[in-house]
């Protein structure tokens, strides 16, 4: 996305994630509250100014079934910015049935680990810009005195450890087709205590497509940070649900620090009602 002068924007992406049909919040995924319906929260954040919409049914995979179309439908009826949507797919045909729905990419993590070839078949037949890597990291120690952290793989919330290099696996997914790259601290995951700067430093300079920075954002200024840190897009959900800030007041404040922000009046109009100092 550019602005009127043609430099990249920042994207503000709030993110939702669905389980049985509502859109819920936690810490770590876990201990989960409910935050409301998904279609009328997208049609919220959408009214507010936000660039995207990511959605993640973080049921379907643990539970071993597809997302639910039903709200993929509803959501997309009523918001007019790009929708993702990630949880249950398997197979090309998932991904397909979700396009149809509404949703503009996929975001897939589970299935690309145990089918890697997964990755290929959706660039192929829908194209890069449509897939999303998925990957959730988990921060481990060095193996050996003197060496350095890496973060391995985790999946179903954080419970199941695969034993891969998360950096090594997103160049990997690159490589067979993904677009873009949504990473996720799972330490940082609903604690607002900020992102993990180093990951994405890690991440953004090697993995040669766009990575949405997720997991940790508490205040305006993580968001700062991590666009710093070279994520092209920060994604954020409990300073959104929870009404800390709206996305026209964050993105005021990232304009003010010098970032490229989508602007358009209603916006504005609404961000100065309570600007961020």
């Known amino acids: 996305m550019k602005t009127a002068s043609g430099s990249l924007t920042c994207r503000i992406i709030p993110c939702l994630d669905v389980s049985a049909g509502r859109v819920v919040k936690g810490v ?51 918001v007019f910015i790009p929708l993702t949507v990630g949880g249950g797919v398997r197979k090309v045909e998932d991904a397909a049935r979700l396009l149809m729905a509404g949703a503009d990419k ?29 990957v959730d990291a988990q921060r481990r120690p060095a193996a050996s005195p003197g060496g350095s952290a ?11 450890a695969r034993g891969l290099d998360a950096l090594e696996w997103m160049r990997q997914g690159v490589e067979r087709g993904a677009g873009e790259i949504l990473l996720t601290s799972i330490d940082s995951d609903g604690t607002q205590a900020g992102y993990d700067l180093q990951l994405l430093r890690l991440a953004s300079d090697q993995v040669g ?10 205040t ?22 929870r009404g800390t800030y709206t996305v026209g007041q964050v993105k005021d404040f990232l304009a003010d620090q010098g970032f490229p922000m989508r602007r358009d009046d209603g916006v504005t109009t609404e961000a100065e009602k309570g600007k961020i100092r």
Request: charged share 25%.
């Open 106 to 134: 996929v975001a897939i993590n589970t299935a690309a680990l145990e089918r890697p070839d997964l990755l290929d078949g959706l660039a192929r037949r829908f194209g890069s810009q449509c897939v999303v890597l998925s």
């Open 150 to 160: 890496w973060w391995e793989v985790v999946t179903h919330g954080g419970r199941q």
């Open 209 to 218: 497509v766009p990575v949405i920075a997720s997991g940790g954002a508490g």
């Open 220 to 241: 305006a200024e993580h968001l700062a940070e991590a666009l710093r840190a070279g994520a092209s897009a920060v994604l954020a959900a409990s300073i959104f649900h």
């Open 28 to 78: 770590r995924f876990k201990d989960l509250e409910d935050q409301g319906d998904p279609a009328e929260t997208a049609a919220r954040y959408d009214a507010q100014g936000a660039d995207e919409l990511v959605f993640l049914d973080i049921t379907a995979a643990p539970e071993g079934r597809e997302t639910d179309y039903d709200w993929v439908r509803r959501t997309a009826e009523q």
